[in-house]
């Protein structure tokens, strides 16, 4: 859970790098949050929580992909690859799986593992 409230912690930060772990941390607690409310949303008739936690941690979740895409030494505009499906998507989950740059890069200092 740590690392979903580091995330969220920077909330719109788009400069700088995130670890691999922090990355993928987040998605999965994002991920489990969402299908739990969706769950809920479907039990109780609504379709109103689960579009509300999407658009809350839209903006986290973008930031966090622009900052393992900096990790990995690359900018921000192979986000766009989100728009050629499958094979774009397939491409960005390499690079978001790919070991960061083990030195300083043009994005900043390597990041701090968290525990």
Known sequence: MDWYFR???NYATFHGRAHRREFWMFTLVNTILF???YVVDRIIGWHLLSQIYALLVLVPNLAVQVRRLHDT??????????????IGWLMLLAFYSQRGTPVENRFGPVPKAFP
């Open 7 to 9: 995330v969220l912690s």
């Open 73 to 86: 030494n690359r900018s921000w505009r192979w986000l766009l690859l989100l728009l050629f499906p499958v």
């Open 35 to 37: 299908g739990v409310l």
